[in-house]
């Protein structure tokens, strides 16, 4: 069972609380506690209807007997996000010359900033991209009550809200189009799963886990790959009828770049190789 609540938390650019819902869905929680997939759709490598969603918050002040309008963006607004602002990125660029001690860019960096998508880049100038985003958003807060898309005043239920597991592709309340994707590779998420451990088995010390592009392009080329496998399905089974065992020259004869796609292919389909006996 699934309800909402509306909690208050402390924003650090302006030291305010700022409303904003959450759900108690156990598997929700799950889903967005995980630092790096949260963001990704669980079928492919796009990033989910809520990862969008959510950078594109909104804030509603409220009124009587239960109604909200939306407060505008203005200038004024953006101008006060910018000079608080601009204020960090120079207690940041002191930070790092060591003036506030060893620890105070850390602690910067921990406080204002989404670290996993600066992908290990300290600068200041990545410092300030993930500032202003950030300080836009709290001086916008402080005009009323910070929703997501997935909670909307005056939403009714039964809409179809931004999806926290899938990506429009997939998302199987969008389209007829949508329900026949996720039902196709919804079958397939145990080879999907499979593939992806291989990408990353392959790619130690190349992909570094703690980098979310990384997990980018380990989910997207997966899911091409998984989808390589099901259209050579086919050339693979030819080439196991010729007798041809080893799955490398398999792989090198079909333009497979990974060995291990064909051998979960072989896995997936039920293939197998001819009976040299029987011959």
């Not at 009587?64 to 660029?93: C, F, H, S």
């Not at 809200?161 to 329900?179: D, L, M, T």
């Amino acid at each position: 069972m699934k309800t909402n609540s509306r909690v208050r938390r402390m924003n650090p650019l302006l030291g305010v609380l700022v409303t904003e819902c959450e759900t108690t869905s156990a598997k929700v929680r799950a889903k967005l506690g995980d630092p790096y997939g949260w963001c990704f759709c669980d079928l492919c490598g796009r990033l989910t209807e809520y990862a969008i969603a959510i950078e594109t918050r909104k804030v509603f002040k409220r009124g009587t007997r239960g109604a909200a309008t939306a407060v505008p963006l203005t200038n004024v607004i953006r101008d006060m996000a910018q000079r608080k602002a601009d204020e960090l990125v120079k207690r940041y660029e002191r930070a790092l010359s060591g003036e506030y001690g060893p620890y105070e860019p850390g602690r910067m960096l921990a406080t204002y900033c989404k670290v996993r998508e600066m992908g290990k880049d300290w600068s200041v100038s990545s410092f300030r991209d993930q500032v202003e985003r950030m300080a836009l958003q709290a001086a916008w807060a402080l005009h009323g009550d910070t929703l997501s898309a997935t909670l909307l005043p005056g939403q009714k239920e039964g809409e179809s809200k931004p999806s926290k597991f899938y990506c429009e592709r997939h998302n199987p309340s969008r389209s007829i189009e949508a329900r026949r994707a996720y039902q196709r590779d919804r079958r397939l998420s145990g080879e999907y799963k499979e593939l992806m451990s291989m990408i990353w088995t392959n790619g130690v010390g190349r992909l570094p886990p703690g980098d979310i592009e990384a997990h980018s392009y380990v989910r997207t080329e997966a899911y091409r790959l998984l989808h390589i496998m099901r259209s050579t399905k086919d050339l693979i089974e030819a080439e196991l009828e010729k007798g041809i065992t080893n799955q490398s020259e398999i792989a090198r004869k079909l333009n497979i770049e990974h060995r291990q796609t064909v051998s979960i292919a072989i896995k997936r389909c039920g293939l197998k190789m001819k009976n040299k006996d029987n011959t």
